[in-house]
Structure formats: structure tokens, C-alpha cells
């Protein structure tokens, strides 16, 4: 949630804010007309019960001079009618208020780029030598802003063919079970997608996280302060009959945690990595990435989440953004580092770095990660301040990926397949127990 009082002041920077991510400013329009009804309306509040309270004085003068008080009697009855009215009327702006500066986007960083479209984003670096077919070097180029290391490969091979060659998967029997988009992870796929967690896991508590496995629901109090709902309101299953809901991420009840907390300065920076399972419907991705499974239903994932001062958020976006790329680099799987548009940010981020791996047979980057910095944008809507000398102040709030196992096994597979075998990472190998997976050795 944006901060009410600047808005009120600077009403111009919400309206940039939101022309600038290609939204209708109009809510702003609406705040004020609300807002200023709202402060109207304390005015009149104040002053009925100013009359009240003086008219209550002279009741308690005419009984104790034993004088007729009835006339005074009524005038505050009126006096407490029309107060009970303007409250009434007060809840209801309340209400209409806080729903509208809900869906008012947070202000973006000045380094956004303004545009549309997520091939608008702006490439900030490249990592990695890339296996790329000639069919797809033109747009290998393109994506990598023409700084991207490659190598010209002859073929390459669909996840889809190789996890079904293999036999890792089972993607039948798991439409039978829980419909489309979920999978049965087998043999050796199994124990690399639980490798690249454990592997994960520790990888951040060697950077200083307390790791945590928070759990997979999460109520409808929490979750529509942790996100916004126009974002996650077509990805996250709820559960019927219930005020509960599956957890798209772990970053929502990472951030809940502190909710309507204090913290102490001295517990600050504090740095949570998040395992969990991760449940999205995709309703808005009909059509795309059907086959295999990059894009499913159900992945594990490992989050890293950073609450801090406000002065020190930007350097903690450097440092979650320098993680995952560290991770991906011990991985081996070449990637770029994109600064997401304005128009493709969701309310919540001042920023976000896209984090996509090469995948040469689908000839292109793909998404693998995020980071985003939300500033005291989260913390405002969960209420969690920490406390200083000048009284409590809100502070930030930092996530970003650090492994989400489905699409980080697929990266895999495809960069390191050949007609023999799938190459294991080298990092991998004491969590997997094997260095390649091959057709006899499940």
C-alpha cells in the first residue's frame, strides 16, 4: 500500500506513476474526492461531539439547579443522530477509500524503463557461452543485446522428447490423477529436483539466510496484504468453504510473518530463504508451454527474502540479484539479466530484474527468477515498522528466486543433452549421488 499522506501532498507522482505503467490514473482522482469527503467529514464529527459534550454540561447544570432539561435532552439526541449518521456514512468512505489506494501502484524507480511488452525489456548483462542452432543465432543476438558468448550447435533436442526417453516423468498418469499441466517426477529426475533444493538451501544459508518452510496455505488476511490481488487473483487456488489459500510462493507468508510487528534496528537486515511447494493455476497462460513441464501447476521453489532499513534496499537488490546469478553461474546455465518495463511490473515493485536462462531448443531466454525491491510498499499493507529514535518506521521488503526446480530442471536438460546422456552440474553432484543420467541408469 502506498503511503496515504504523500499522496495527498504530491497527488502528480501517482498519476505519473500509473500513466507510466499504461494503468487508468483515474483512481487517484477517486482517492481525492473520497479523501476529501473523509477529512469533512471528521471536521463535522469533531464538532458534533464538541456540541455534545457541551450540551451534556448543561443537562448536568439544569439537574443540579433543578431546572427542566428536556429541550437540551433532545437537541442531543439530535446532536447524537446526526453523528451516528456521519459515522456511518465515515465507515463507508473509509471502506471505498482504502479499497481504491489498494490498487494504486507503488511509485516506480527512476532507472524503469518506460514501455510495454516484455521484449521491451532492457537487457542489463549477459552471462554464460550458449548452445545456439543457426536458426535461432538471429534472435540468440537480438535477446542477448549482442553481448552474449555462443557456440553453433547442429541439433538439439525438446525437454519434452528426452524426459519422455528417459522415462523421468509420467505425464499421463498425472492428468489422470490431478488433470493437465502436473507431473510425476521419476527416477532420476526425482532425485535431481530434490538435489537442486537441497543444494539451494544450502546455498543460501552459506550467504547468511535463516532458512524456513513456512506453511502451504495462507489466509485471506495475510495474502491480499502480502500481494495485489489484481496480479494474483487468476493464479492462486483457494480452498472452498475456507478463508485459505494455496501458496503461490513462499515470498507471501515469508513477508506475513512480521505482520503487525515492531522490529528491533539490531534484528535488521534479516534474511529469510523459503522452501516450499508452489501451487498456480497459469489461467492466464491458455495456450502456452502445454507439453513437458516448464510451465505447471505445482514446483518447488527457493526464495529469498530480505527485510531492511529503507536507506539500505538498493544495496540488498544488488545482492539478491548478484545471488541467483551466482547460483545460476555454479549451474552453468548461460542467462541474462533483464530490467522489466514499467507496464509489465505488477503493483507491488519500484523495480524488477528478470533472470532468464538460455534454452536451445526452444532458441531463447527464458524467465528462471525475479527480484524485486517493493520498498515500504508491503510492509505499509502488513504493518511492519521497526523502531527508532523519531518513532516507529515502516521498513522494506526484498524478494527474488533463487531456484524454481520445474524450469531449472528443463534448463538443464537442455543445456547439457546429448545422444548419450543429460551431463550433471558439477555443484550437484555430491546432493545427486551421479553425474550424468543415461538410458540404462535410472
Same mark, same amino acid.
Given at each position: 500500500?502506498?503511503?496515504?499522506?504523500?499522496?495527498?501532498?504530491?497527488?502528480?507522482?501517482?498519476?505519473?506513476?500509473?500513466?507510466?505503467?499504461?494503468?487508468?490514473?483515474?483512481?487517484?482522482?477517486?482517492?481525492?474526492?473520497?479523501?476529501?469527503?473523509?477529512?469533512?467529514?471528521?471536521?463535522?464529527?469533531?464538532?458534533?461531539?464538541?456540541?455534545?459534550?457541551?450540551?451534556?454540561?448543561?443537562?448536568?447544570?439544569?439537574?443540579?439547579?433543578?431546572?427542566?432539561?428536556?429541550?437540551?435532552?433532545?437537541?442531543?439526541?439530535?446532536?447524537?443522530?446526526?453523528?451516528?449518521?456521519?459515522?456511518?456514512?465515515?465507515?463507508?468512505?473509509?471502506?471505498?477509500?482504502?479499497?481504491?489506494?489498494?490498487?494504486?501502484?507503488?511509485?516506480?524507480?527512476?532507472?524503469?524503463?518506460?514501455?510495454?511488452?516484455?521484449?521491451?525489456?532492457?537487457?542489463?548483462?549477459?552471462?554464460?557461452?550458449?548452445?545456439?542452432?543457426?536458426?535461432?543465432?538471429?534472435?540468440?543476438?537480438?535477446?542477448?543485446?549482442?553481448?552474449?558468448?555462443?557456440?553453433?550447435?547442429?541439433?538439439?533436442?525438446?525437454?519434452?522428447?528426452?524426459?519422455?526417453?528417459?522415462?523421468?516423468?509420467?505425464?499421463?498418469?498425472?492428468?489422470?490423477?490431478?488433470?493437465?499441466?502436473?507431473?510425476?517426477?521419476?527416477?532420476?529426475?526425482?532425485?535431481?529436483?530434490?538435489?537442486?533444493?537441497?543444494?539451494?538451501?544450502?546455498?543460501?544459508?552459506?550467504?547468511?539466510?535463516?532458512?524456513?518452510?513456512?506453511?502451504?496455505?495462507?489466509?485471506?488476511?495475510?495474502?491480499?496484504?502480502?500481494?495485489?490481488?489484481?496480479?494474483?487473483?487468476?493464479?492462486?487456488?483457494?480452498?472452498?468453504?475456507?478463508?485459505?489459500?494455496?501458496?503461490?510462493?513462499?515470498?507471501?507468508?515469508?513477508?506475513?510473518?512480521?505482520?503487525?510487528?515492531?522490529?528491533?534496528?539490531?534484528?535488521?537486515?534479516?534474511?529469510?530463504?523459503?522452501?516450499?511447494?508452489?501451487?498456480?493455476?497459469?489461467?492466464?497462460?491458455?495456450?502456452?508451454?502445454?507439453?513437458?513441464?516448464?510451465?505447471?501447476?505445482?514446483?518447488?521453489?527457493?526464495?529469498?527474502?530480505?527485510?531492511?532499513?529503507?536507506?539500505?534496499?538498493?544495496?540488498?537488490?544488488?545482492?539478491?540479484?548478484?545471488?541467483?546469478?551466482?547460483?545460476?553461474?555454479?549451474?552453468?546455465?548461460?542467462?541474462?539479466?533483464?530490467? /522489466?518495463?514499467?507496464? &509489465?511490473?505488477?503493483?507491488? +515493485?519500484? %523495480?524488477?530484474?528478470?533472470? #532468464?536462462?538460455?534454452? !536451445?531448443?526452444? $532458441?531463447?531466454?527464458?524467465?528462471?527468477?525475479?527480484?524485486?525491491?517493493?520498498?515500504?510498499?508491503?510492509?505499509?499493507?502488513?504493518?511492519?515498522?521497526?523502531?527508532?529514535?523519531?518513532?516507529?518506521?515502516?521498513?522494506?521488503?526484498?524478494?527474488?528466486?533463487?531456484?524454481?526446480?520445474?524450469?531449472?530442471? /528443463?534448463?538443464?536438460? &537442455?543445456?547439457?543433452?546429448? +545422444?548419450? %546422456?543429460?551431463?550433471?552440474? #558439477?555443484?550437484?553432484? !555430491?546432493?545427486? $549421488?551421479?553425474?550424468?543420467?543415461?538410458?540404462?541408469?535410472?
Amino acid at each position: 500500500m502506498i503511503d496515504i499522506k504523500m499522496l495527498r501532498d504530491d497527488p502528480s507522482l501517482f498519476r505519473k506513476a500509473m500513466v507510466d505503467r499504461f494503468m487508468d490514473p483515474s483512481p487517484v482522482e477517486e482517492f481525492l474526492k473520497l479523501d476529501q469527503e473523509w477529512r469533512e467529514n471528521i471536521r463535522k464529527i469533531n464538532e458534533l461531539r464538541s456540541r455534545r459534550n457541551a450540551k451534556s454540561l448543561e443537562v448536568s447544570r439544569a439537574v443540579k439547579e433543578k431546572r427542566d432539561s428536556e429541550e437540551i435532552r433532545n437537541e442531543v439526541k439530535e446532536i447524537n443522530a446526526s453523528l451516528s449518521a456521519i459515522e456511518s456514512r465515515q465507515a463507508l468512505v473509509e471502506q471505498d477509500r482504502e479499497k481504491i489506494v489498494s490498487h494504486i501502484p507503488n511509485l516506480l524507480d527512476p532507472s524503469v524503463p518506460i514501455c510495454k511488452g516484455d521484449e521491451n525489456n532492457l537487457v542489463v548483462r549477459v552471462n554464460g557461452e550458449a548452445s545456439v542452432r543457426k536458426d535461432s543465432l538471429e534472435t540468440f543476438l537480438k535477446e542477448s543485446n549482442n553481448l552474449g558468448k555462443y557456440r553453433i550447435v547442429e541439433n538439439t533436442q525438446s525437454h519434452v522428447d528426452i524426459i519422455e526417453k528417459y522415462d523421468l516423468v509420467d505425464l499421463e498418469r498425472a492428468t489422470k490423477i490431478a488433470g493437465s499441466r502436473f507431473y510425476i517426477s521419476k527416477n532420476r529426475l526425482l532425485k535431481l529436483e530434490l538435489a537442486l533444493v537441497n543444494y539451494a538451501i544450502d546455498f543460501l544459508s552459506q550467504k547468511g539466510f535463516s532458512v524456513v518452510e513456512p506453511p502451504p496455505m495462507i489466509a485471506g488476511s495475510a495474502v491480499w496484504k502480502a500481494t495485489d490481488q489484481g496480479t494474483f487473483d487468476d493464479a492462486i487456488y483457494k480452498i472452498e468453504g475456507e478463508d485459505l489459500y494455496l501458496i503461490s510462493t513462499s515470498e507471501h507468508p515469508i513477508a506475513s510473518m512480521l505482520m503487525d510487528e515492531i522490529v528491533e534496528p539490531r534484528e535488521l537486515p534479516l534474511r529469510v530463504g523459503g522452501f516450499s511447494p508452489c501451487f498456480r493455476k497459469e489461467a492466464g497462460a491458455h495456450g502456452k508451454d502445454t507439453k513437458g513441464i516448464f510451465r505447471v501447476h505445482y514446483f518447488k521453489k527457493v526464495e529469498q527474502f530480505i527485510f531492511c532499513r529503507p536507506e539500505d534496499s538498493w544495496d540488498f537488490f544488488e545482492e539478491l540479484t548478484g545471488n541467483t546469478e551466482e547460483f545460476l553461474q555454479s549451474l552453468e546455465i548461460p542467462y541474462r539479466v533483464v530490467n /522489466v518495463c514499467s507496464g &509489465e511490473l505488477g503493483n507491488l +515493485a519500484a %523495480k524488477k530484474f528478470d533472470i #532468464e536462462g538460455w534454452f !536451445p531448443h526452444q $532458441g531463447r531466454y527464458r524467465e528462471l527468477a525475479s527480484i524485486s525491491n517493493d520498498l515500504d510498499y508491503q510492509a505499509r499493507s502488513l504493518n511492519i515498522r521497526y523502531r527508532t529514535p523519531d518513532g516507529n518506521v515502516f521498513l522494506h521488503t526484498l524478494n527474488g528466486t533463487a531456484m524454481a526446480s520445474s524450469r531449472t530442471v /528443463v534448463a538443464i536438460i &537442455e543445456n547439457f543433452s546429448d +545422444a548419450e %546422456k543429460i551431463r550433471i552440474p #558439477e555443484v550437484l553432484i !555430491p546432493y545427486t $549421488g551421479f553425474d550424468s543420467i543415461y538410458l540404462e541408469k535410472q
